[in-house]
């Protein structure tokens, strides 16, 4: 008897439902020769909940992904929700999902596809070999920290960082570091604030804990100019919540195309999977989303949710493979392009070619 696990899938706003399909076909057809088979139950999370339930984040969303083995997700968002007040924005949906999982540590690796070296905007020479590991607190910091508010005089949001959040987010750095070249860069902001001197002080004591590990420690500014300096000086970057954010979008620039990397948000009761990328709402509809972010956000939930790491791996060299041979979806028809094609092209020679493999 095949295991079987329950997959909570939630395609979102924009471009979701598109990719998401994609992300499935080729679970699908990975698992036919894996001991496992997968089922898939729908929830509705941001502006399409918004518009049905009138909530960006049903109960029964949340009760659902409780339920599950794994999330996966597409994206959140669009202009048309964009003016309601915060908390009917898609965005808080996500936010709030985030929080009642309990997921604290964000996980986004980004690499650099050989055939790709020249879709960044950045040298192929300083991007040749990158392979970097962006470990974001998720569930802390300046996007929940209380009091927040606005009076129309002035407005306000608070950053806080406890020992215990810290500690458990700095753990999972190190013990990412330890799988990959044990080197963890801890970036903050320790010469103006406060909780950022807290956050270099506790991450140092934990990092005794890890004598393998080479433990370093910079400032965010230069972290952003580091990263597009020399990204290859760098392993697992640890980081709080915005600065996270922000150094994870910038990274994603590496690749070439933010179209392309994935991400993991884990430590909770259930793992959620998602591109990093957004809704995309001006190329939703149209078939021309890249497809590939969100399938090896698939393989992430199969390698850190389900312990595949078999199947995982195998989707990692499909999407390898496939590049290889010169497909590409639109944002990236510039390079090396032998085909362009669809996103529901692009997921089914992902699909056929996992199948092989
Ligand atoms: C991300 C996104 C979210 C964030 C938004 C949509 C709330 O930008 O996942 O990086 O800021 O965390
Ligand atoms: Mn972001």
């Not at 300083?126 to 508010?149: A, Q, W």
């Not at 909770?268 to 972010?293: M, R, T, Y």
């Not at 090896?296 to 850190?304: D, P, T, V, W």
């Not at 392009?337 to 020679?349: H, L, M, R, V, W």
Request: hydrophobic share 40%; charged share 25%; aromatic share 8%.
């Amino acid at each position: 008897m095949k295991k079987r696990y329950k997959i909570a899938i939630i395609k979102g706003d924009g471009i979701g439902p598109e990719i998401i399909d994609e992300a499935i076909k080729v679970l699908d057809a990975v698992s036919t020769n894996e001991d496992f088979e997968l089922s898939y139950d729908e929830y509705l999370m941001g502006g399409c909940a918004y518009d049905v339930k009138g909530t960006p984040l049903p109960d029964e969303t949340i009760e659902g992904c409780l339920k599950s083995d794994a999330v996966l997700f597409g994206a959140i968002g669009g202009q048309k929700w964009d003016t309601l007040p915060r908390q009917f924005r898609p965005e808080s949906g996500l936010l709030k999902l985030r929080k009642s999982l309990g997921l604290f540590a964000n996980l986004r690796p980004t690499s650099v596809f050989d055939e790709l070296l020249d879709a960044s905007t950045l040298k192929p020479e300083v991007l040749k070999g990158v392979d970097l590991f962006v470990v974001r607190e998720l569930t802390g910091g300046i996007y929940f920290g209380e009091p927040r508010g606005s009076d129309g005089v002035k407005a306000f949001n608070t950053m806080v960082y406890t020992k215990d959040e810290i500690i458990r987010i700095a753990k999972v750095a190190f013990e990412s570091a330890m799988k990959r070249r044990k080197q963890v860069c801890s970036v903050d902001k320790a010469n103006v604030l406060e909780v950022s001197q807290f956050w270099r002080d506790t991450v140092i004591e934990v990092a005794k804990e890890y004598p393998q590990v080479t433990l370093t420690h910079m400032y965010v500014d230069n972290a952003a100019m580091q990263l597009v300096r020399n990204p290859r000086q760098f392993d697992v970057i640890l980081t709080g919540n915005i600065f996270g954010d922000i150094l994870s979008d910038e990274a994603s620039m590496i690749s070439g195309s933010i179209g392309l990397l994935p991400s993991a948000s884990v430590g909770g009761k259930v793992g959620l999977f998602e591109p990093i990328h957004g809704s995309a709402p001006d190329i939703a509809g149209q078939g021309i989303a890249n497809p590939i972010a969100t399938i090896l956000s698939a393989s992430m939930m199969l390698r850190f949710a389900l312990n595949e790491s078999k199947a995982a791996d195998r989707i990692e060299k499909a999407v390898k493979h496939v590049l290889k041979d010169g497909y590409r979806t639109k944002d990236l028809s510039e390079f090396n392009a032998k085909e362009i094609c669809s996103t529901s092209q692009i997921g089914s020679i992902i699909a056929d070619c996992v199948a092989n493999i």
